[in-house]
């Protein structure tokens, strides 16, 4: 029986209940997914059969727990998936050069809806190779701050019309990166990997959900819910020695509307992200801060809790029925609008490097350009970007 066929079928029977899901990608990030699978078999609504990671003997004691659990762990994702053959759910947890292979690999190998770790792959070319696998629609990327309270408000503020015409949104971040970071991995800090892309950095990695989010805030509705981008001018820039970039500087349109964008971590004290909406009748904020979300309109912000919910929110779409599934944003048609902003800032020229005398290494081993930080604050307020000379 073909891998449609049976998953149509299957979809026939899904009934309420523990789903049967596996994990490719223990260490790093799958940790997180680890723990929150555990949270949800705790609640009897899905339960962990198998993993898969090569590297078990680094993680003893999570190893011993999961195999006196009765879960089964695996060297090689594809054994994993030869084995298991009833799954309900495959979360592919594994670092960004592995994300396309892995994900065919489970498309053709098993019937389950699959959760990609954000970002779903750096180029459109592997985006589009993917989509022409997911024939059923299986997977779903996880931008789980899509399913932020404050994300879904402002979306709703923004298609109904309450701050007027949106004529630009500014996006600004800056998270600071040290040493330990960059040397991490050896894809960290890094463009390609053995041939692989990889373009690891801020709007390629850790910020990335700020560019998803903007498609999805600036989106058409049902028939187009993520917007789509054009007339992308930007750069890529970098204080540290390294082969990728650690500033994103881009300006484009989304929907027709003007979008501007400064990400970086070459910074020595973390700014709050900031998501500037700006329309004719109010301007509205989606901060990292408390006040949440805020409206020049109105005396105060609203602030909501943050800590836990969007992860459960995409889980439960992940988990439950077919209605529930077909409705979950996050497909991969749905992160082309993103694939392509990231790509067309990389191929707009090669990465500048920030002149010795604009850069300084911290305490903490983070390299940062001076005044950063201040330029992260005037560019939210209409200034330029800095130069990276």
């Not at 070459?266 to 009748?281: I, N, Q």
């Not at 992860?311 to 048609?333: C, I, K, N, T």
């Not at 002149?355 to 200034?383: D, H, N």
Request: proline share 5%; with cysteine; net charge negative.
């Amino acid at each position: 029986m073909s891998n449609t066929r049976e998953h149509a079928e299957r979809e026939k029977d899904w009934r309420p209940g523990p789903r049967r899901a596996a994990l490719v990608g223990v260490g790093g990030y799958g940790g997180n997914h680890l723990a929150l699978i555990r949270e949800l078999e705790a609640q009897g609504l899905v339960r962990l059969v198998a993993v898969a990671d090569p590297f078990e003997e680094r993680m003893a004691d999570v190893s011993a727990e999961l195999r006196q659990s009765g879960v089964v762990w695996y060297r090689e994702h594809a054994a994993m998936l030869k084995a298991e053959n009833a799954l309900d759910l495959v979360v592919v947890a594994t670092p960004i050069p592995l994300h396309e292979q892995m994900t065919l690999d489970v498309l053709q190998g098993s019937a389950a809806r699959v959760l990609l770790e954000k970002p779903a792959v750096p180029t459109l070319r592997q985006l589009d190779r993917l989509l022409a696998a997911d024939v059923d629609s299986r997977v779903r990327v996880g931008f789980q701050n899509l399913h932020l309270p404050q994300v879904q408000r402002l979306r709703e503020w923004i298609q109904d019309g309450e701050l007027g015409h949106v004529s630009e949104v500014t996006l600004v971040a800056g998270w600071p990166r040290n040493d330990d970071y960059f040397t991490r991995s050896p894809w960290a800090g890094r463009m390609s990997l053995d041939g692989v892309m990889v373009y690891d950095g801020p709007a390629t990695n850790a910020l990335s959900h700020l560019l998803n989010n903007v498609c999805y805030l600036l989106g058409g509705g049902s028939d187009r819910p993520f917007g789509r981008v054009d007339e992308v001018n930007g750069w890529l820039a970098r204080a540290r020695d390294m082969e990728s970039y650690d500033t994103f500087h881009s300006e484009c349109l989304i929907s027709g509307v003007r979008v501007r964008a400064l990400l970086s971590h070459a910074v020595a004290a973390h700014v709050p992200y900031a998501v500037k909406v700006s329309g004719d009748v109010a301007t509205a904020v989606l901060s990292e801060e408390e006040p949440f979300l805020r409206r020049s309109d109105r005396c105060s912000g609203e602030s909501f809790l943050e800590k836990g919910q969007p992860s459960m929110e995409m889980y439960s779409g992940l988990l439950g029925s077919e209605d529930d599934f077909a409705v979950l944003p996050g497909r991969l048609e749905d992160v082309r609008g993103y694939t392509e902003w990231t790509e067309a800032v990389r191929l707009a020229g090669p990465i500048r490097d920030f002149s010795a005398a604009q850069c300084w290494k911290t305490g903490a081993g983070v390299v940062a350009v001076r005044g950063m930080e201040q330029a992260l604050g005037s560019f939210l307020e209409g200034g330029l970007p800095p130069d990276p000379g």
